[in-house]
């Protein structure tokens, strides 16, 4: 059964799509942005602030369905200027431990409100 998960403590869908879809074992987490949920405004700050806001963006999504980043089977990284790279790993890997998830990442020429990056991620219970 699909199950749609919310909780208030990470951004609200700015479209028609939920949070996370929960179906049984796994978790999908839809794109997280650097949104400050309170605000539903982009966070200050360089690239490092971003990447920090939507990893912890992703962890309350993943807290609501119970789990953790040892939960995530698979990140997908959207970037606006793969010169950020280095930048967002360095900050996205202080949020995880071995064995990391297996992870793709791609340079887009657009990210919504011009935010210069988005993830999404697959967890397993």
């Known amino acids: 059964m699909v199950k749609a998960l919310h909780t208030n403590k990470a951004p609200q869908a700015i479209g028609p799509y939920s949070q996370a879809i929960d179906i049984g074992d796994l978790v999908f987490v839809s794109g997280q942005i650097p949104l400050d949920p309170e605000t539903m405004e982009v966070v200050e700050g360089d690239i490092a602030a971003q990447t920090e806001q939507v990893m912890k963006n ?68």
């Open 58 to 125: 992703l962890q309350e999504i993943l807290s609501e369905a119970g789990l953790t980043f040892a939960n995530v089977a698979k990140f997908t990284i959207y970037i606006t200027d793969m010169d950020n790279f280095a930048t967002i790993n360095e900050t996205y890997s202080m949020f995880l431990q071995e064995p990391y998830p297996a992870r793709a990442t791609v340079e887009v020429s657009k990210l919504p409100k011009g935010v210069g990056v988005e993830m999404d991620v697959i967890a397993k219970k």
